[in-house]
């Protein structure tokens, strides 16, 4: 994977309004309330809310927010937000993923499916894209800081992450990528977090295992379009496709 992660949601490539991280922090605290439903509040024997907490931390989201949301996913009243996932096509065949947190599944199933035929795609049947992805853990850390200066380097960076734990790594222009398996991704986050790392983002991801190039300046305008769509959608936490954006 070294050398060809043209890993897409690169949202180390977007810089975030603070309208973009509430909606961020909003997006984690379902996924938050969902994971604590499924496996209980306590981070040391529910990995999904132990990785959650570290994507959370990775989206500079305090501290207090996120005791906050477990307190609130732990009591009676939590609101019962169920997980659903789509696949389907974009132009040209580009295959996407989108996961979504909602409290009414027929509203939501009735956006996603408007935006896929809106912008040039189809929705699927369950499975039918599944299968180019695989699940990794994810860390970008960026070369240099707001002020431009660089504060990473690269070659320490990669023994470090491999010496925390990592699978794999990758350097990309501004910024770096490391792999981990899923469930050492808020192990290795500590870790290298203890060496003085700061992560532009840290998630458990769908890494696709091959990229599709769009030709057609059409065909580009709506992908990003569906993408956009998509991601501003209060129901849909995560967003996965194999376009390759370069």
Not at 30 to 47: D, H, Q, T, V
Not at 223 to 243: G, K, R, T
Request: glycine residues 8%; charged residues 30%.
């Amino acid at each position: 994977m070294s050398g060809h992660s043209k890993w897409h949601n690169i949202q180390a490539k977007k810089s975030k309004t603070d309208a973009a991280r509430a909606k961020i922090f909003t997006k984690i605290g379902k996924e938050m309330m969902i994971a604590i439903r499924e496996g209980g509040p306590n981070p040391e024997s529910n990995s999904k809310l132990r990785d959650l907490i570290a994507k959370a931390k990775a989206n500079n989201v305090p501290n207090d927010n996120i005791e906050r949301t477990i307190k609130k996913g732990s009591g009676t009243d939590a609101v019962a937000y169920e997980e659903l996932v789509y696949e389907g096509y974009g132009p040209s065949g580009v295959a996407v993923i989108v996961e979504a947190a909602t409290d009414n599944k027929n509203r939501t199933a009735g956006d996603v499916r408007h935006y896929f035929d809106k912008f040039g795609g189809n929705l699927g049947q369950t499975g039918c894209v599944g299968f180019l992805f695989s699940q990794k853990g994810v860390i970008i850390i960026f070369e240099n800081d707001e002020y431009g200066d660089k504060v990473v380097d690269g070659d320490k960076l990669m023994e470090d992450a491999l010496e925390c734990g990592a699978a794999d790594f990758a350097e990309e222009e501004g910024y770096y990528e490391i792999y981990t398996e899923p469930d050492d991704l808020s192990a290795v986050c500590e870790d290298l977090e203890k060496k003085g790392y700061k992560f532009e983002s840290a998630e458990v991801a769908k890494v696709p295992a091959t990229y599709v190039s769009l030709e057609s300046e059409d065909d580009k305008k709506m992908m990003n379009l569906l993408i956009e769509n998509l991601e501003e959608n209060d129901d849909i936490v995560n967003v996965w496709h194999n376009w390759d954006e370069n």
